[in-house]
């Protein structure tokens, strides 16, 4: 089956840097990887997704690169926020259709 | 409420309690899944139902045992459960099984069993 490694677990930043968050993924018929927003006490909520068969998707602040011959995937952010904090979970779906997640990257800007 | 709901929010249950969880969407959603979610560890898949048929059972205990009446309700019905299945439990939908496009999860059950 699918095996999903985040890194790092924790990271901490000062508003305005960038963060870069990677995750690993073993199973190389994975074609769909999303990045999920968990603030404290609330529920994952989808913030930018990539195919297969794009290499670089953006979206304002937030874009994620996926690299599929070294089947690695990386959430960038750009100017930080304090409401950035949270924790970003990614996930692959693989040959079954199936999500599998990483274990999640707790986030702190520190204004 | 819009979206996907889940009621109790909080529940707290003694081993030999018999409980059930329930989520409901109202997305018009095709798949349903049930997610368990510890301290420290990543989100566990437990079930997953499409079209009301179950399609994946994650090598789940039977101690918990799901429920998909129609497209639209999930229950988790949970018997003799241990301290350790003390957990935030998720339940989302999908338009459809598979790679089509985002989870919307509902807001969670946060369950401690004593």
């Known amino acids: 089956g699918e095996n999903v490694e985040q890194h790092p677990s924790t990271l901490s930043v000062q508003e305005g840097d960038s963060a870069v968050i990677k995750c690993t993924y073993s199973d190389s018929a994975s074609n769909y990887f999303p990045w999920y927003k968990q603030e404290l006490g609330k529920r994952p909520q989808l913030i930018i997704d990539i195919r297969s068969n794009v290499g670089e998707k953006k979206d304002q602040r937030i874009a994620v690169t996926l690299n599929k011959t070294a089947k690695h995937f990386s959430l960038h952010i750009t100017e930080t926020q304090p409401e950035d904090s949270a924790v970003y979970f990614c996930?692959?779906?693989?040959?079954?259709?199936?999500?599998?997640f990483g274990r999640g990257t707790s986030l702190i800007v520190h204004p | 409420e819009t979206g996907v709901t889940q009621t109790p929010r909080h529940l707290v249950m003694g081993m030999t309690n018999k409980k059930s969880l329930k989520c409901e969407q109202h997305l018009g959603h095709n798949a349903m899944y049930w997610y368990k979610q510890s301290a420290k560890k990543p989100l566990e898949l437990m079930f997953v139902y499409s079209l009301e048929e179950r399609v994946e059972n994650n090598s789940v205990p039977s101690r918990f045992s799901p429920e998909c009446p129609n497209s639209s309700h999930l229950f988790l019905h949970l018997h003799t459960l241990q301290p350790e299945d003390s957990a935030l439990y998720l339940c989302?939908?999908?338009?459809?099984?598979?790679?089509?496009?985002?989870?919307?999860f509902g807001p969670g059950t946060r369950l401690t069993v004593t």
């Open positions: 996930a692959a779906y693989g040959g079954s259709y199936i999500p599998t």
């Open positions: 989302a939908s999908s338009q459809d099984r598979g790679a089509q496009g985002e989870q919307y």
